[in-house]
């Protein structure tokens, strides 16, 4: 069996001292994507905080062979973790083109086989190639955001609530890309709708709380809908 991608071992989150995620372990095999589901609260962004170095952890986190729970946010990205937040931020003053290159620290030749790629992923972004990025939708500005993550080529791209406030069939179109993503990069999304996340893994993490209380395939879950009850009671 191939090793895990990422690995982590009782880690915790917490902030100001105040746990926001109680000691869990999991791993991530390369390709193979997960989602962490939960309603509001449960600890879901407090997570992928932590393990892209934004908050305060303890234990060990393992990625591609290397022990990274000491380092930067910024070293972290270096070695292939790339984060796209809740709240689509993107270089509001900046064109779409300007947003894009300023992650690609690569040669011009690299740059634009990126920038075709992530035009070819999203043509919504394309025909808006020059415009700020003020001037473009929430669902827009949400492809851009993903777009720009992807520009650094990561092995392991977090994704944390990519469908919050977006209309349904903007959602969906968000969605697709990322199912298109999941092909050849790996995956760890945070998302409160459960039917749009088990569209892009196989694999889930049910959070409650801060706490684990379920780690199974997505066939489970959707075998099982009321293994959501608890995490989803407020949604």
Do not use: C
Not at 34 to 47: M, V
Not at 148 to 175: C, F, H, N, Q, T
């Amino acid at each position: 069996m191939s090793a895990p991608l990422l690995s982590v071992s009782g880690l915790s989150v917490a902030y100001g001292g105040v746990p926001a995620v109680e000691p869990l372990d999991f791993s991530v095999v390369a390709g193979n994507s997960i989602t962490i589901l939960g309603a509001n609260g449960a600890g879901k962004s407090s997570l992928l905080r932590g393990l892209m170095g934004l908050a305060a952890t303890t234990g060990k986190i393992t990625f591609d062979g290397i022990e990274i729970a000491k380092l930067t946010t910024a070293d972290r990205a270096r070695h292939g973790i790339a984060f796209v937040p809740e709240g689509r931020r993107v270089f509001a003053g900046m064109s779409v083109r300007e947003n894009l290159e300023v992650a690609a620290h690569v040669n011009t030749q690299e740059r634009q086989r990126r920038l075709d790629a992530a035009y070819a992923l999203f043509p919504q972004l394309a025909a808006r190639d020059s415009d700020a990025a003020w001037q473009l939708s929430g669902g827009q500005q949400q492809m851009l955001a993903i777009a720009r993550a992807m520009m650094a080529r990561p092995k392991l791209l977090l994704m944390d609530e990519p469908s919050l406030g977006l209309a349904p069939a903007i959602a969906k179109d968000v969605v697709g890309a990322l199912a298109a993503i999941a092909a050849d990069t790996t995956i760890l999304l945070a998302e409160q709708n459960a039917s749009l996340a088990l569209e892009i893994a196989a694999h889930a993490l049910i959070l409650d709380r801060g706490r684990l209380i379920f780690e199974g395939s997505a066939d489970e879950i959707r075998r099982r809908p009321e293994l959501l009850s608890p995490a989803h009671a407020a949604s």
